[in-house]
């Protein structure tokens, strides 16, 4: 076959070319069986569901190509496009109603994508005119020289950053500028541990802060829009930046405890200066209306989604983005999330999502019960596999399973499905848990013991407070 | 895994040979450093280094040697599709104006190391060198980012294109 032909000879063969036969299998094997309570259909996206998550898991192809499978499988199987309603119309007998084609293509325009591209916009434009470094030497000026205020400056300015842009591109620039100076610093001293650490956990939690910090949220609010709830930016604010304040404060204590540094003071001198060129200000200005926008939808009324649109628009306009930054942006992120957005329609649609809900007897649980299981669960995978795509398995099983506890009442559903969405942003025990870990580990200023030893840290401090916040301060903000 | 990337030294004379691999000692982890006493001998390393799916990075090349010189083999591997991107360094004492701007202008020079060369300087320009080499390649730079020194390890950094997953 061409896939294992491109698959062999690499490393960790043997498992990706066991996901791909699983997968495959799955998909096609899925139409066959019946299980009780299960439509036709159903048993087509449980196909589709199957392959996907393995799919995701193992890596046999790239996770942005599984997604876009996904999308194209929806389309042939279930749309009414489908090859099989058209040519063995009869196989769906229990009357499924195919949604119309488009509705999966569409999911590439859905309004979270949309407010995802803006959120890339907005960060290529602070990338280009080094709006990036020059916060990160005017924010970290207050923290002075000690050696754990350092690190604490350098773990807040990171947490901000990543915020707005990706935790990835904010862990590269950040340790870009950390790299060189740390270096200087004698080898056993543990303060380059510390710096090395401070980094990617700013990053990892800084990008819960906002909806657009990174891709997880951007599913946890897909799947909420999907129930006719949109979560404004300053709603999810008030219920995150607590949340990311507190843990990151923790994990700064608890680190410095680990590692205590032995040098005396240390500076971190950034050679940069704000760039006052007309379209670096007109940059400046853009990324700050649009902030500014967001937090304040609840005075205007104008939507996340439809602010997030204003950049997209006025950068390229202005000549701030060129064709060039356009073409750089991480398109495969939003591919990445419009796959795992069309799933969630087929989920429903096929009457799946109920039927794998109504599998165990959930009742016992309750809400709280369920955002704890559901967060142990998503926090597990999530070390494992790639952040969004444990998110993505994980939303249109959890959605479905709150909905009927919900009763209709918007915060109850926001609750749980915001909480898995955070929770899996604290899952980075492991080296390749995230690329900011990935990052950090090959500059050799960290081992991977050290990561482990934060990733432990920060994961219960995650946990712990992702539940206590949702049971008893976010219900106070919604 | 990451691909695997090679450093070669052509010279006539061991000792020399003897000296740069003990400079780049640091390096071997990552990238192997292989050895040829003339040009001969270093296409037919190439060709293994290629057999075994082995990239070159960085050449370093005296130029009077026994047979074929440095420059025409540095020249023939720029005329090579698949030898264009290795880093091509000049490791030599004796080579004239107009062979050193033959290498300039037709072997796309990228360094040029006049012997005998101070301490450590052979290791400096492996690693700028390398770190140019993948950046040229587009190639995933963090398996190799500390082998190469905070200043280049940084630069390649700035560059690196990888989302948030």
Sequence with gaps: MLFAAMISGSRGSAKKLAGLVLGLSALLAMPFLSFGGLSFSGHVALGIF????????????????????????????????????????????????????????STLANPIIILFLGGFCLAAAAEKYRLDRNLTRVLLKPFGTRPRMVSLGVMVVTAVLSAFMSNTATTAMMITVAIPIVATVSHDDPFRRLIGL?????????????????????????????????????????????????????AWLGICRMFKPRIDSFEIDIDSSFDRSPRAVASYVVFGMTVVLWVTEKLHGIPTTVVAFIPIVLLPAIGVLEKRDIRGFSWEVLWLVAGGISLGLSLQHTGLAVWMVSQIAWEGFGTTGLVVLFSLVGFLVANLVSHTVSATILMPIAISLVLPLAGGVAAALIIPIAAIGVIVSYANILPISTPPNAIAMSTGLIETRDIAVSGILVGVLGFVFTVLFALVLWPLVL | MSQTIAILCVDDEPDVLEVAVRELAPLEDVFPVETAANAAEARECMERLERERTALGVIFCD???????????????????RRRQTRKILLTGQAGLDATVKAVNQADLAHYIAKPWDKDELLQVARRQMGLYIAACGLDPLPYLQYLGPEHAATLLRDYREADR
């Design chain 1, 50 to 105: 199957v392959m996907a998550a393995v799919f995701w898991i193992t890596e046999p192809i790239p996770i942005y190509a599984t997604s876009m499978a996904v999308i194209l499988l929806q389309v042939l199987l279930l749309s009414d496009q489908s090859i099989i309603l058209e040519r063995l119309g009869p196989l769906h007998p229990e009357g499924y109603t195919a949604p119309p084609y488009v509705e999966f293509y």
């Design chain 2, 63 to 81: 130029h009077i040697m026994p047979g074929e010189t440095g420059v025409d083999l540095l020249v023939a591997m720029t005329n090579d599709e």
């Design chain 1, 198 to 250: 401070s980094i990617p956990v700013g990053a990892n939690i800084g990008g819960i802060a906002t909806p657009i910090g990174t891709p997880p949220n951007a599913v946890a609010l897909a799947a909420l829009a999907r129930e006719g709830i949109t979560v404004p930016f300053s709603t999810w604010m008030l219920m995150a930046v607590p949340l990311v304040v507190v843990t990151l404060l923790l």
